[in-house]
């Protein structure tokens, strides 16, 4: 399983970005797929959880703010996150794999990361 992101860059607050996650091999029916990030300093946050029909849970941080979609003939996730603000300064990490410790999601593959930075 290759999990690939991209899409992170440097934008003012205010501003947009769309984030893409690329899977190879990764082919479980249940989908079980999302997004997550960490800022320096700070514990690894759940952004986005995304359910094989298609709809998305968000932390309560980026509600009204964030949504996710996928192309299942692409096997690409997407995260489109809109006025972002500096306290989304994070590297986003896609994540894939249904597997579950003490009832929270807990992939089993992650890619590599893309940095988005969001100043004021």
């Known amino acids: 399983v290759q999990l690939v992101e991209s899409g992170g860059g440097s934008v003012q607050a205010g501003g947009s970005l769309r984030l893409s996650c690329a899977a190879s091999g990764y082919t479980d029916s249940r989908y079980c797929m999302g997004w997550f990030r960490q800022a320096p300093g700070k514990e690894r946050e759940r952004v986005a959880y995304?359910?094989?029909?298609?709809?998305?849970s968000f932390a309560e941080s980026v509600k009204g703010r964030f949504s996710g979609s996928k192309d299942g003939a692409k096997n690409t996730l997407y995260l489109q996150m809109n006025s972002l603000n500096p306290e989304d300064t994070a590297m986003y990490y896609c994540?894939?794999?249904?597997?579950?410790?003490?009832?929270?999601?807990?992939?089993?593959?992650w890619g590599q990361g893309t940095q988005v930075t969001v100043s004021s």
């Open positions: 994540a894939a794999g249904c597997y579950y410790v003490g009832g929270r999601w807990s992939p089993l593959y």
């Open positions: 995304i359910h094989s029909d298609g709809s998305t």
